[in-house]
């Protein structure tokens, strides 16, 4: 059974799946959940995902796997090769907090679920809620950055000289930047890591405005 995606071209948590699937070198059928036409909430999804969040990830006949870093975590549980975390504990702890910066503490702050709680319900302009995410996006690509320029782990990628999981959180925070003119002059090392994972097929390939449906021009 081909592995079954469901996503939306402007998750930034489904491209992070999306970016893995193909460094692993699975090949997945994507499902279009539309979450700005409200998809996500129809019974039918909700069978997936009773949470209505992307991505799920049907794989091996079995029960829906949902979150984006517990999908990335199977992944390289069932698909070692190529390895997306370090061999020794401490290096792999390093990577899931790098990752765990934008996954936990960054992202889940700029969703659609939460700006539309600042536009109906707390009324914040339009102006009001790009400064929002603008804010939550870089403090979490600063932080990221104090470790890289720090750390004698850093290389090529955020730890070594491979891809990890914290290159695809890295990779597709950046890519939330572009939905959000986010200024990145102040974090060089970050940048210079998105450039090197930009290198790479598998990123390129997964970048949300490479989707299908996807539009031409960028809107919050």
Known sequence: MTPKLFGFWRSLATCRVRVALALKGIKAEEVSINLMQGQQHGAEYRAVNPQSLVPALVIDNGPPLFQSMAILEYLEETHPQPPLLP?????????RGLAQIVAADSHPLIVPRIRTYLEKELHVDEAGRTRWAQHWILEALKAIEAHLVGEPET?????????????????????GTQ????????????????????KIEAFDRAQPLKQPGAPKELKH
């Open 87 to 95: 061999p020794d504990p401490r290096g792999r702890a390093r990577v």
């Open 155 to 175: 290389g090529r990628f955020c730890h070594g000289d491979t891809p990890t999981l914290a290159d695809i959180c890295l990779a597709t925070q950046v890519f």
């Open 179 to 198: 939905f959000f003119n986010c200024d990145t002059s102040g974090v060089p090392a970050v940048m210079r890591i998105f450039g090197e994972c930009m």
